[in-house]
T-cell receptor, first 110, second 113 residues
């Protein structure tokens, strides 16, 4: 599948602040965009996903926005907590395949 | 709820040896994916199977092969191992409906010495 660019590669925030991670892509056919959280040495876990017929989706402190025209989507975490510290990967589908961005290492400082 | 089961969790092999990784998908999931994740890198798609047939192929080396069996479990066979094959290997499964989420197993950490 085609690449998906993810920024920033590292993000450090103070506990309670918000964190935003952005991804851009170029494949117009992509219509599914999940976000995964991965703690060190563990498996990626789905935290939220969005489909192209929706512009925004929220689940408690986590939200994802999608701009299909501009081909970018973002993860927003509000009221960050130390346990949010992990690597976050955005993904997009390419046919039946899922490709990932390069990851963002989020560090939440107490 | 049942998750994706991978075995073994850890595997140590020497260069030029072979390795076989196993994956048991979530019951009723008909699609299996294999990913390779090097240290500090994102998971790289290797190969996928739908209903026991190869579905998509990514950056899988020719030294690797995989298959999905009649009970839907899958095996990744790796031959002529190289030091650079040391990585976490994840299996994931999903339903082959449109945009069904992937559920990952806990991975197999392969170390080639």
């Amino acid at each position: 599948g085609e690449n998906v660019e993810q920024h920033p590669s590292t993000l450090s925030v103070q506990e309670g602040d918000s964190a935003v991670i952005k991804c851009t892509y170029s494949d117009s056919a992509s219509n599914y965009f999940p976000w995964y959280k991965q703690e060190l040495g563990k498996r990626p876990q789905l935290i939220i996903d969005i489909r192209s017929n929706v512009g925004e989706k929220k689940d408690q402190r986590i939200a994802v926005t999608l701009n299909k025209t501009a081909k970018h989507f973002s993860l927003h975490i509000t009221e960050t907590q130390p346990e949010d510290s992990a690597v976050y990967f955005c993904g997009k589908n390419a046919g039946n395949m899922l490709t990932f961005g390069g990851g963002t290492r989020l560090m939440v400082k107490p | 709820a049942a998750g994706v089961i991978q075995s073994p969790r850890h595997l140590i092999k020497e260069k030029r040896e072979t390795a076989t990784l196993k994956c048991y998908p979530i019951p009723r999931h008909d699609t299996v994916y294999w990913y390779q994740q090097g240290p500090g890198q994102d998971p790289q798609f290797l190969i996928s199977f739908y209903e026991k047939m190869q579905s998509d192929k990514g950056s899988i080396p020719d030294r690797f092969s995989a298959q999905q069996f009649s009970d839907y479990h899958s095996e990744l066979n790796m031959s002529s191992l190289e030091l650079g094959d040391s990585a976490l290997y994840f299996c994931a499964s999903s339903l082959a409906t449109n945009n069904s989420p992937l559920h990952f197993g806990n991975g197999t950490r392969l170390t080639v010495t």
